[in-house]
């Protein structure tokens, strides 16, 4: 393994022990786990939760007075990672299962929800109905296929009003539908069964009833009833087309409708980091020596390229990502003048030591160091006025520090530092290159 290579590790390995110690200081508040949550000694009624940057999507599915299933949601800000206030909504007169695209009425407020978590699998939720412990739903089966859905709320965003919440733990998906009935009234179903492959799931659909109301005490619901079914098609982890059916999954079913869906809440995009960075760098260094002697050095880098090294690959989205000076060429001059000396010089060397970490928020360190060969011409005047040359072949270092943060993808940023002694400048662009 190469020095810089080796310093590259180093710098994973340190931002991995870093993200660590991220992670253990703040477990205590660790956010709510994605999915489906329930109380295991009032089965037949949950929860689903999708916390989404600052925000939390929530549902609470449960039963009408009149024994129908109903729902209610909530989306408000969530600016602590453990709790959550919010505003009940509740929707009606939308779409059904297999009717003609309508858009459902207006939100009416239903009341306040909150939510306290003690860690990101267990809380408590107070609402209309009361206080409920909850925690989340496991239905592992199997192991993680390649191909991983995203948990959380889907839709077809040309038909909102209506939605699926979906988890796959494994195997062994759970979903539910929430929608509305032939009255119009807000009315939820249930698929619960294996995947058929990595992408195809397929089942029954099922409508439970006469379970646990709002604030009424528990009672489980009764025996489900089979209304249709549900097949899904994924074609990436946040695309997928569903079919529904008004009728069990069996040959001669009556109708059916099928419709693309994806996830509601997209991610913030984040940019591939790029393969080649290619840029340019400006240093220039003037000091003040013994005997008042004016040192310039001067090196240019007009044109250099770094490239990603795609041996170490970061953990989140591929970040941090790790280069390396692939290419560069640097023109470097340097002049010394005293009372009785001039020196100048010039040389040139092709770039091969450097190293720049770029972060997924698009700041970015690194450094730059080489040492440029430079041919010199010094020429002193004695006191009796005897000119002196030499010419010489020394090699100059110089280092370049280079940190900032990212700008549309390009990275600049300029530093220069005066002090009595001397003054240091230098600055760099380098963007994404093809």
Not at 96 to 104: C, F, K, N, T
Not at 125 to 136: A, F, K, N, Q, S
Not at 248 to 269: H, R
Request: aromatic fraction near 12%; proline fraction near 6%.
């Amino acid at each position: 393994m190469t020095a810089v290579r080796a310093r590259i590790w180093s710098t994973l390995v340190a931002w991995c022990l870093g993200g660590l110690a991220a992670l253990a200081s703040t477990a205590s508040h660790a956010a709510p786990q994605n999915g489906w949550w329930w109380n295991p000694a009032e089965s037949g009624r949950g929860f689903f939760l999708e916390v989404q940057g600052p925000r939390m999507f929530m549902a609470g599915y449960f039963y009408a007075g009149d024994g129908r299933p109903t729902w209610l949601v909530s989306n408000d800000p969530m600016p602590d990672p453990d709790s959550y206030d919010g505003r009940l909504l509740a929707f009606s007169q939308g779409q059904s299962l297999l009717g003609e695209y309508r858009h459902p009425s207006a939100a009416v407020d239903a009341g306040a929800v909150s939510l306290r978590f003690s860690d990101s699998t267990h809380g408590t939720l107070t609402w209309p109905g009361g206080t409920v412990p909850i925690e989340r739903q496991i239905f592992q089966h199997g192991s993680t296929g390649a191909l991983q859905p995203r948990v959380g709320w889907w839709w077809n965003p040309d038909q909102s009003g209506r939605g699926f919440s979906i988890e796959l733990q494994g195997d062994h998906m759970f979903i539910g539908a929430y929608m509305y009935d032939d009255a119009g009234n807000p009315t939820w179903y249930v698929a619960d069964a294996l995947m058929s492959s990595q992408a195809h799931f397929t089942g029954p659909l099922y409508r439970f009833a006469n379970g646990q109301t709002l604030g009424g005490p528990y009672h489980a619901p009764g025996a489900p009833a089979v209304i249709g079914a549900i097949t899904i098609d994924f074609s990436a982890p946040d695309r997928a087309i569903v079919t529904l059916s008004d009728d069990a999954p069996k040959s001669g079913s009556k109708s059916d409708k099928s419709f693309a869906i994806e996830t509601q809440y997209q991610a913030p995009a984040v940019p591939a980091a790029p393969h080649l960075l290619v840029g340019n760098v400006d240093y220039y260094n003037d000091s003040i020596g013994d005997a008042g002697a004016v040192v310039t050095f001067h090196v240019e880098i007009a044109s250099m390229t770094w490239v990603k090294d795609d041996e170490i690959v970061g953990l989140d989205g591929g970040y941090p990502a790790f280069y390396n000076v692939a290419a560069g060429f640097a023109v470097a001059d340097i002049q010394l003048s005293s009372p009785i000396c001039q020196l100048t010089g010039a040389g040139s060397v092709n770039l091969t030591t450097g190293s720049l970490t770029l972060d997924k928020d698009g700041s970015y360190h690194g450094d730059l160091s080489q040492e440029v060969p430079v041919h010199t011409t010094t020429r002193c005047t004695g006191p009796d006025g005897q000119v002196v040359e030499r010419q010489d072949d020394v090699s100059y270092p110089f280092s370049v520090t280079i940190a900032g943060q990212s700008a549309g993808g390009v990275l600049e940023g300029s530093t220069s530092l005066t002090t009595a002694a001397s003054r240091l400048d230098w600055n760099w662009k380098f963007q994404p290159g093809s």
